[in-house]
């Protein structure tokens, strides 16, 4: 078995659903589970949707008409003869129901707001959410089947099962394993990325870009062969093509070293996704969608990052904080104890903390919108200074001239080198 994921960037419109059709073509369709995301930035508009609906304003109703016609754009767009896409295929398509089934989850979508009696954000959030990859799997399939690839739809929500906790669930292992196992003999099947459900059978989600963790899950309970995650990128670069130029493609990766690049925050690769796949010893591709022969990048046990080259990581709009103790004394065990709660209670991730006898320096990033709890709950307790906005600068193997190049021209407010890595702290 083989695992594929298409991300948004991959299904944006229906040129890249036809390009998905391709990419098959040329990979072949045998033993094959293809995860696949919302279309382009749906998520962003469903996330906008639940922050109108939570503020009262009734405009959210027509950002979900809004989203409806996008979609039904995209269907309509890939009822066009092309040279991929003949007359038999537009034809089933366009007979196959998919505009009745999109309705239907745009229902389902405005359903859940309507009826919604929680208080609890993120639930809602999930319940929402969670739409854009149904809508997305769902035209998807429906153009395959159309174009003779007989795929068969599965609902992830059936087959991962999670905790409780919404938008950022925990995976049951033991449970979501038998589930795929079991649901999943057929040797061709589209699934959501992203989400899955509790045990009351409410929708979770894995957190934003989760769908290359879900894709590891089912390569991880299918003992899958390889993973392959189709970009809009030659495959895992030694910096963020849109941040730096002459960026270098990494060839090979040790999985330990994916794991540090994605920890730091290369947003190329979610960071849950590769220690299921270590520990099966399944490799993972990054390939570019567009040039599906071209190698990518693969990322193995083996021993070495080739080329050996300095990787570049920019985490922007994060927060610096420095805590020192009111009376001036040690910063000791018991302190950051109350510090790191402080930091759990609150969803902050850490990209960098640096003690002193006196103080404790940390930069965070501040996803759940929580910061002025956490500065609240710190300032019972401690002195605390904090910079908004800066950016937190990770480079791999640096070498020599690495560092006076990194600081040209930056305000930096935190410096911290070990052997391998050196981070900056800068207040842009
Ligand atoms: P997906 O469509 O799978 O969600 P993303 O947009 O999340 O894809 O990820 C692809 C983008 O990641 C690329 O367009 C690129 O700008 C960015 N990126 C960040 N860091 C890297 C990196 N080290 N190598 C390659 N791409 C990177
Ligand atoms: N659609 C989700 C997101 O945009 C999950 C994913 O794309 O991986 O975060
Ligand atoms: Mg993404």
């Known amino acids: 078995m083989r695992i594929y994921k298409f991300g948004g960037a991959s299904v944006k419109d229906a040129a ?20 696949i995301s919302a279309m382009g930035k749906t998520t962003n508009a469903l996330e906008e949707i639940i922050a109108r609906y939570q503020n009262n304003d009734p405009s959210y109703l027509k950002l979900i008409d809004l989203l409806h016609d ?12 092309t040279d991929e896409v003949d007359e038999g295929c537009v034809l089933r398509f366009r007979e196959s129901g998919i505009n009745k089934t999109l309705k239907a989850i745009i229902e389902s979508l ?13 639930f809602l959030y999930d319940q929402v959410v969670s739409h854009g990859e149904l809508m997305s799997t769902r035209i998807v399939a429906t153009f395959l089947n159309a174009c003779d690839i007989p795929i068969d739809w599965k609902d992830a929500r059936q087959l991962i099962k999670t905790d409780h906790k919404y938008r950022d669930a925990t995976v049951d292992w033991d449970q979501t394993t038998a589930a795929i196992k079991d649901a999943c003999k057929e040797k061709l099947f589209v699934t959501q990325g992203f989400i899955g459900s509790d045990d009351n059978g409410f929708t979770t989600t ?3 870009e989760g769908s290359d963790y879900t894709a590891a899950i089912f390569a991880y309970s299918l003992q ?38 994605a920890f730091y925050g290369a947003s190329v690769i979610h960071p849950k996704t590769l220690q299921p796949l270590q520990r099966k010893g399944i490799p993972l591709n990054v390939k570019s969608f567009l040039n599906p022969l071209e190698p990518g990048s693969t990322i193995t046990s083996s021993k070495s990052l080739v080329p050996k080259t300095p990787c570049f990581i920019v985490r922007k709009n994060m927060v610096y904080l420095t805590i020192s103790s009111r009376d001036f004394s040690f910063i000791g065990e018991r302190s950051i104890s109350d510090i790191f709660h402080e930091l759990s209670e609150n969803k902050m991730q850490v990209g960098l903390l640096q003690n002193s ?16 709890k956490l500065l609240a709950g710190l300032k019972e307790k401690f002195k605390v200074s904090h910079v908004k906005g800066v950016s937190l600068y990770t480079v791999r193997h640096y070498e ?3 560092i006076p190049s990194m600081e040209a021209g930056k305000n930096v407010l935190l410096k911290q080198r070990t052997q391998e890595t050196l981070q900056l702290v800068t207040a842009v």
Not at 357 to 372: G, N, P, T, V
């Open 206 to 208: 894995l957190g934003r």
């Open 400 to 402: 020599g001239d690495t």
């Open 16 to 35: 890249g659903v036809r390009n998905v059709k391709r990419v098959l073509h040329t990979m072949g369709t045998d033993d094959l589970g293809i995860v």
């Open 357 to 372: 006898a006196i103080s404790f320096s940390l930069c965070i990033e501040d996803k759940y919108a929580r910061i002025e």
């Open 224 to 261: 899958a062969s390889e993973v392959t995650i189709w970009k809009d990128v030659p495959g895992v670069l030694n910096a963020d093509p849109r941040v730096f130029d002459d960026t270098v493609l990494l060839e090979k990766i040790p999985y330990n070293e994916a794991i540090e690049l």
């Open 70 to 81: 996008q979609h039904v754009q995209i269907i309509e767009d890939l009822q066009e003869v």
């Open 110 to 122: 405005k359903g859940e707001m309507l009826r919604n009696q929680s208080k609890n954000y993120s």
